[in-house]
């Protein structure tokens, strides 16, 4: 479920972080907009949209989706904009395409930052999903109430939460993982700037 | 092949970055801009590529303005080379050579086979196809920057200070090389550089440009020797004024082209007597075609005056021999190093064309050491050797 909810957000932040970081005047403008939605407390997001969108798994994944835009949008935007200029210049120099150089030459060199935002999606969408019970969307959450409502829930409670930690760290070191072997086979350019 | 056309570009704001420039750079020719930074070389350059697009002129190539090319197929025409070398570190060697054909929608195989033949050019092995950019060492990646920039085989190519981030030693080693390249391949070469010392090794025709304007053009020797003014003086500094002048002589310009010589089937009675006659110590052996064999001297006519053997048999070989067109500077150092006396000089059949003597050389040293004191005295005009 923590999965769908990046997984949507990857596909709308990312087109949207290379839109931004080709039209760099609009980045202010869409950063402040998710900002505001980052700042919005997990509890009473799923709240407001519970009213909207009902109760249910739905409701879970749209908000999900809001959370992860943020740090997959900044990060590939990031990622873009600090790819070596001379990596540019030379890939414009030889007669690249706008899209043969996004595709050849800034896509392939950001992929790792991109990663890593996607990366910190995923962490914090495992942590809000757990919260999602609470709207009825089942999952371990559902296990960690059951505890507390319980006359000695503490292993019940520890039942629910251990999964949910372990989920978080496991899915952080793969991700950490995968961004690693991005970045070292595909080597960053730091070659220019010893040079320059 | 490349011309400018009252090129001026302006930056925003009112200072001309290029200033009207007009030249015309042919076939074949490798062009280096030289001047101080800032002085407008860079924005030369790319307006070639339209990097950056001029502000009032025109530039054409082969007589068609660049304006109305299309500027992706301009730019895949046209070789790159930049100082940042600016290979894309996340692509293997092979696939960074081969990155203009492959935009060029050639086939994978025939791709690859060009990149191997490129490889060649600079003596690196084929292992490194498959490497990626960091592995290599500065001069390396340089190289697969050049040898990038060839890969569609452009007929121009625009080097910007290529070479300028690399260390003395390794910057020298590919300079050679890659003029030694440029020999081979007839490509129209435009260069970069502030660097006096490579502008003239390298430049058919140097442009010297100040603030956006040509101060002066011409040959490497044309410059040296003639300094439009106080700036171009300057900029060359006074060593190389005159220090350029025996390396850029040939061994030519200074051998006796008409040594004493014997033929190879001649007794040594015969020998003997043209030697005295032209009053020499040593005459240089040929055979019917001129072709080289060795000498007699001195010490061989005492040895052997008396059994009056062919001369073939009794004559000694030369230690060192030139060819034709080998630099001044070469022969000093070796001449230093070796203590012999006399070196011939032959061409490619290894024909005697002339011989190098202790006493020729010492005229050139002699020449650059007092040289500049005639230049100061106004006399300027060629100094070496007569
Ligand atoms: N993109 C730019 N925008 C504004 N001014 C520029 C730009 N690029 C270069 N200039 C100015 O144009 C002049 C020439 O620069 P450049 O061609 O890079 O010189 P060089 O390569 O000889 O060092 C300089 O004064 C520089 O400040
Ligand atoms: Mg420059």
């Not at chain 2, 300028?164 to 030693?169: H, K, M, Q, T, Y």
């Not at chain 2, 090794?201 to 442009?207: E, F, G, Q, S």
């Not at chain 2, 956006?212 to 106080?230: K, L, Y």
């Not at chain 2, 202790?358 to 100061?376: N, T």
């Amino acid at each position: 479920m923590s999965a769908y909810g990046v997984l949507f957000a990857a596909l709308v932040a990312i087109p949207l972080g290379i839109f931004i970081a080709r039209y760099r005047k609009l980045s202010p403008w869409v950063f402040s907009l998710a900002n505001v939605i980052q700042t919005i407390p997990a509890l009473a997001m799923l709240a407001v949209l519970m009213l909207v969108m009902g109760l249910g798994a739905n409701t879970v994944v749209f908000s999900l989706f809001l959370y992860s835009i943020l740090p997959i949008l900044r990060n590939t935007y990031t990622g873009i904009t600090n790819v070596d200029h001379s990596m540019l210049e030379s890939g414009r120099g030889m007669g690249m395409t706008r899209n043969q150089l996004l595709r050849m030459v800034e896509l392939p060199l950001a992929l790792s930052v991109i990663l890593g935002g996607i990366r910190t999606a995923m962490v914090i969408a495992i942590g809000i999903t757990t919260i999602g019970t609470f709207i009825g969307a089942g999952g371990l959450g559902d296990i960690i109430i059951r505890g507390t409502n319980a006359a000695n829930g503490a292993a019940i409670i520890m039942a629910g939460a251990i999964p949910t930690a372990m989920m978080a760290i496991i899915a952080d070191i793969l991700l950490g993982g995968l961004e690693k072997v991005l970045s070292t086979s595909k080597k960053k350019p730091d070659v220019s700037q010893k040079a320059a | 092949m490349l011309e400018f056309n009252q090129v001026t570009k302006v930056y925003d704001g009112t200072e001309k970055a290029v200033n009207n420039l007009t030249l015309d750079i042919e076939k074949g020719e490798f062009i280096v801009f030289i001047g101080p930074s800032g002085c407008g070389k860079t924005t030369t350059m790319k307006m070639v590529n339209r990097l950056i697009e001029t502000t009032e002129g025109s530039i054409s190539i082969e007589g068609e303005n660049i304006k109305n090319k299309d500027l992706v197929e301009l730019r895949r025409t046209i070789g790159y080379v930049i100082q940042q070398i600016g290979l894309f570190p996340h692509m293997t060697i092979q696939e960074n050579i081969s990155l203009v054909p492959k935009l060029l929608k050639w086939p994978q195989d025939k791709r690859r086979d060009r990149a191997k033949e490129l490889l060649k050019l600079v003596e690196m092995e084929e292992s490194y196809l498959d490497k990626f950019p960091e592995e290599l060492s500065g001069g390396q990646q340089q190289r697969i920057g050049v040898l990038r920039a060839l890969a569609a085989d452009p007929p121009l190519i625009l080097m910007d200070e290529p070479f300028g981030a690399l260390d003395p030693i390794t910057r020298e080693t590919l300079q050679m090389e890659f003029k030694q390249l440029q020999k081979s391949l007839h490509k129209t070469i435009v260069f970069v550089t502030h660097d006096m010392d490579e502008a003239l090794k390298l430049a058919d025709r140097v442009v010297i440009m100040k603030e956006g304007c040509v101060v002066q053009e011409g040959t490497p020797s044309h410059i040296v020797r003639n300094p439009a003014n106080d700036f171009v003086r300057e900029f060359i500094g006074k060593d190389r004024l005159v220090q350029n002048d025996p390396s850029n002589q040939t061994v030519e310009e200074i051998m006796n082209p008409n040594p004493v010589t014997v033929q190879e089937d001649m007794n040594l009675r015969e020998a003997i007597k043209i030697v005295k006659a032209n009053r020499v110590d040593t005459a240089v052996v040929v055979n019917e075609e001129k072709e080289l064999k060795g000498f007699i001297d001195v010490d061989t006519i005492n040895r052997y005056h008396r059994d009056n053997l062919e001369v073939g048999k009794v004559l000694k070989e030369f230690p060192i021999e030139v060819k034709k067109g080998t630099p001044l500077a070469a022969v000093i150092r070796k001449i230093l190093v070796s203590e012999v006396k006399y070196m011939p000089v032959i061409d490619e059949n290894k024909s005697l064309i002339g011989i190098i003597t202790g006493a020729s050389l010492a005229d050139v040293v002699y020449e650059s050491i007092w040289g500049e004191e005639e230049h100061q005295n106004g006399e300027n005009e060629t100094i070496g050797v007569k």
